[in-house]
């Protein structure tokens, strides 16, 4: 299913999609999934895609309570889901301060004003950018289809709704099967000669990943699958069996390499996407049309409430709290092109991205560091969510506008409730908690920690940027590329088998695909593992949780 579909659903007016029951049901699901999230994150260093599930809570909810429609499903979802990425960007890094330092002191009110900063700077972000994603480029946002899809075929019934719930099934069962009942392994080894190399040659065994390389389709998979290629067999394999340089220079490398890529990409994308566009943006919302998400008006209040948090709140300087600000705004723009085109979101990356570029100008305290790559991370977390949102509802004909209001209520509750409950875990345990080997692992923290001393290797980062910023620049489909050759080999391989299968049936099964049966499997193949991870991680956050006590 795509936004070609003509969706049965009728305009209605804003109270009839923004309701009072509706953001009581979806604040109350902020708190409980933030909660989760947070506590996941730091035990488990994951954090699925609350989205799928987040739609099936708000419809059977809001169905229960009797007239409803699926733009007011919709936007209660939007508020629903936005906590969860606000606690994923603190978890993924502001436990890296206490890994170099345990004996850092950091108040509560602190942290909260960083955290805070970052989901105005995410909200605005998107506000602004919603249009030339959502609508000019039609990006493809596969999270965003699928829960699209999912409300759609299962307001329906019939058929296609049996196809849907079917594979939806499957895919839960596989998942519990997989991580709760451990009957059936995560990964499974694809070449002992690259494992022993260095490369992480698996094949991930998961329903999710293969939908999301389905929905995404062949062209954006293979050049992330190319960024694999160059990253693992390249750099790290090629470079060590030639002696060019040892297995750590090699990772340092490849890292360096895919984060210079993507900044490159970052670059061309406002150079050449938004900066040109900025002006019809703007004059479309101050039009106050009903494609704008957002009054441009607040734009100057809340970047000057930003800039007075990030300086007297933070204690931030006035150059490092502009850098800060601008470095977000960037930052929610490649997030919005990179969940776009893949379905993930690298948040930390995008933080440690804006961090290492401040520190080539300007000079940070250690505790300073992580708060802008926190920042950062929570803009980029709330930005990827809200722009699935927006996917889902310029499907559903949804108004932007309530669902921006939605994201402001969740993305504040997320706010509150993560720096809460990353405290609570603090107290309770101690800051020796966090680390490698640890009660909470917290491994992109840990990242974030090996890079606060700058760049693992410079030339390749610069060598990166450029390539990055040149193929942009020349129309080439890239920004997957950088991403490919950062995350591990074995989330590529998955994703690049799930484009294969999309290319073979169009290829070989037209017919296949002009019935549309893929476009309902795929969605439900990602929902049923998308809904099963954030039930387990309900039941691993509140089971921790309840141990504190």
Not at 9 to 38: E, F
Not at 258 to 281: D, H, W
Request: some cysteine.
């Amino acid at each position: 299913m795509t936004q070609k579909r003509k969706s049965k659903t009728q305009s209605l007016s804003l109270k009839n999609q923004l309701t009072v029951r509706g953001m009581i049901i979806g604040g109350l699901g902020a708190v409980i999934l933030t909660t989760s999230s947070m506590y996941v994150a730091l035990k488990l260093g994951a954090l699925p895609w609350p989205i799928i599930f987040v739609a099936l809570v708000s419809m059977f909810s809001l169905k229960a309570l009797g007239n409803t429609n699926i733009n007011e499903i919709n936007v209660t979802h939007t508020a629903m889901s936005a906590g969860a990425m606000v606690a994923g960007g603190v978890a993924f890094t502001i436990p890296g301060l206490y890994m170099l330092d345990p004996g850092t002191e950091t108040d509560m009110t602190t942290l909260f004003l960083v955290v805070l900063g970052g989901v105005l700077m995410g909200l605005i972000s998107t506000g602004i950018i919603h249009h030339h994603f959502i609508v000019e480029k039609d990006l493809p946002y596969p999270m965003g289809q699928a829960a699209a899809d999912t409300l759609v075929i299962g307001d329906e019934g019939g058929k296609k709704s049996r196809t849907l719930f079917s594979a939806f099934g499957a895919s839960a069962l596989f998942t519990f099967l997989r991580d709760k009942l451990l009957w059936i392994p995560s990964t499974l080894p694809v070449s002992s000669g690259l494992i022993n190399a260095g490369v992480a040659a698996f094949v991930w065994l998961s329903p999710m990943l293969l939908a999301v390389g389905y929905i995404i389709g062949p062209l954006y998979i293979f050049v992330w699958f190319l960024g694999a290629i160059i990253g693992d067999i390249g750099v790290v394999v090629g470079g060590v069996s030639a002696g060019w340089w040892d297995l750590s220079t090699a990772s340092a490398i490849k890292t360096s390499l895919g984060i210079g890529v993507m900044v490159g990409c970052g670059v061309g994308i406002v150079v050449k996407g938004i900066l040109p566009a900025a002006g019809e943006m703007i004059k479309n919302m101050m039009k106050r049309s009903s494609g704008s998400a957002m009054n441009i008006r607040i734009v100057p209040f809340v970047l000057a409430a930003c800039a007075l948090l990030f300086t007297f709140g933070v204690g931030m300087s006035p150059l490092t709290g502009v850098l800060t600000i601008v470095g977000v705004w960037l930052a929610c723009s490649m997030s919005a092109q990179v969940v776009g085109q893949s379905g993930i979101n690298p948040m930390e990356v995008f933080g440690v991205i804006v961090l290492l570029l401040i520190q080539l100008v300007a000079r940070l305290p250690q505790s300073q560091a992580f708060f802008v790559a926190a920042a950062v991370a929570v803009g980029c977390g709330l930005a990827g969510d809200i722009m699935n949102d927006f996917k889902a509802g310029h499907i559903l004909k949804t108004d932007p506008k309530a669902q921006w209001t939605a994201e402001c209520l969740g993305g504040l509750i997320g706010a509150f409730v993560s720096v809460g409950v990353f405290y609570a875990v603090l107290k309770a345990y101690g800051p020796q908690a966090f680390g490698p080997d640890k009660m909470f692992p917290a491994p992109q923290a840990s990242m974030v920690a090996a890079m606060v001393g700058g760049i693992p290797h410079m030339t390749s980062f610069l060598t990166g940027c450029a390539a990055g910023l040149i193929l942009y620049m020349l129309n080439l489909p890239v920004m997957t590329l950088g991403l490919g050759i950062y995350l591990p080999f074995y989330l590529s391989l998955t994703a690049m088998i799930g484009g294969l299968l999309k290319y073979l049936t169009d290829r070989f099964a037209p017919k296949f695909t002009q019935s549309g049966i893929g476009d309902i499997i795929a969605p439900g193949l990602l929902g049923g593992e998308a809904v099963v991870g954030v039930l387990l991680a309900l039941y691993q956050a509140f089971s921790g949780i309840a141990s504190i006590g």
